[in-house]
């Protein structure tokens, strides 16, 4: 309403402007003379505007009738279009006037001026595999999926929009969760362009969701192929889809074909734990000591793990602790001064039962480095070494609140994983796993708090006092005896549990004590 009384006001005024402008020209007195072929002509000052009007007029018409006499020229010579190109071409501008302004509005988030562009360039320029493209992405940023995926399969009927239709449905679907599908039709793209980058992203990534390791490291290939991803990076991730691939075999039942691949993965990348882990074991299977010892000595001193060392304790099942010890001796040289080294030996030394040579070993870690396992092993020692309670339970006592130590943590979402994965069960990203150690452990909530029930009320500390004088009268303040007679047995004092009586040890929780 207000829109329609501005167009009126705005016309109004147009015509008083016109008449005043005519009003003025024609009272100011002033004129043209002009002089043609011994003609003179004098015009006044409004008969000259409004023959320049006329004149730019008939310029303009001069020029169109040009262009169709050249258009019917060209049809008599045999361009059996030029006639409708001659009248269309006004069209065709607009159109691609339109269309521009189309894009235009999609870029600057404008769903819907973008559509109406879209609806009027496809009006003008007939062109659905210009304009259907625009319309499904005008769609989308309206939210109005069903219509998206409408014009996204009108443009697989056409050879050179079929791309661009997969893709924009593969894109929905993951939008609605619909793996599965979505699954597909990234193959199916990445089948139509396999150099595609966003495609082979995503194809990876639903690949090693849904586990289809082969079909993973063929696209791996694809990126390796195409320079995305440096060498040892494209060797690294392969390694990680071969071991998973073969933990697959494995459950399936084919041995063979798991030893295989695993013992590929640990040769593709050395310095992958889990890799050289079943490797080793696959080693053992096959009775090849040797080469398994090989491997575990190799990934050790790379980066000491403790999966490394119960796969070499699993070498020799049946072994005394001090045997086991000796044993040891040789993975320990590959990296003698390593964190886990030294925990792993005075772990064994536990075993064994020799806490003071425990105790050399561990030195001052304790106090550098505290940690839940080096605190837990100072216990153990101070508890075999016949320390007071109070020793032990200020041990276990730190041992609460301080840091987890390295842990299975994914570098993308931070988040802390029981076990190695090659795509990380919480964000889904791949090759993202490695073991570190958290920056920041938060405390447990109330953790003093809930000390005393955890590790027991420690003994109150006596202090030294004076003795004070006996009295210097005693009052005999026996009770009279009670008459003969059968009397109830007094309650039996429940024992105190001791809640650190014989502790299994933390080797023997680990794997390294028979």
Known sequence: MIWSFVKVALFVAAIAALTLGATWLSDSGEGIRVAVA????????????????????????????????????????GDETAISRYFDRNRERKGYEALAEGMMALASGEGKLAQTRAHRAERLLHRPELTNLISAQAAEMQ?????AIEIYKRLLSDDRTRFAGVRGLMHQKLAEGDTETALRLAEKAFEMKPRHEEVQDILLRLQTESGNWAGARTTLGAEARQGRLPRDVHKRRDALLALQEAKDVFADGHSIEAREAAIAANKASPDLIPAAVMAARSY??????????????????????????????????????????????????????????????????????????????????????????????????????????????????????????????CDKCQTVAADWSPVCGACGGFDTLSWREAPDTPPLP?????????????????EEVETPPPPREPVDVTPPEPEPGPQPAPPAEPEEADPFAEPPSVAAARGYKT
Do not use: C, Y
């Open 38 to 77: 011994g003609m003179e002509f004098t015009l006044g000052a409004l008969q000259a505007a409004i023959a320049a009007v006329v004149l730019i007029l008939a310029v303009w018409l001069f020029l169109k009738v040009l262009g169709f006499i050249v258009a019917v020229l060209k049809f008599l010579s």
């Open 284 to 409: 053992i299977a096959k009775g090849e000591p040797k080469s398994a010892l090989r491997v575990l000595r190799k990934a050790w001193e790379v980066q000491p793990h403790p999966d490394l060392a119960a796969a070499f304790a699993g070498m020799v099942p049946e072994e005394s602790p001090i045997d086991r010890l000796a044993r040891f001796e040789t993975l320990f040289k590959a990296n003698p001064g390593a964190e886990e080294t030294v925990l792993t030996r005075t772990e064994l030394l536990i075993a064994a039962e020799d806490f003071p040579g425990a105790r050399r070993v561990m030195g001052d870690l304790a106090e550098r480095h505290p940690t839940a396992r080096t605190l837990t092993l100072m216990a153990a020692i101070a508890r075999g070494e016949g320390a007071d309670e109070a020793e032990v339970r200020g041990w276990l006592t730190r041992a609460v609140s301080a840091s987890r130590g390295p842990q299975w943590i």
């Open 446 to 462: 109330h953790g003093a708090e809930m000390l005393p029930l955890i590790v027991g009320r420690p003994a109150p500390v006596q």
């Open 143 to 147: 939210g109005d999926r069903k219509r």
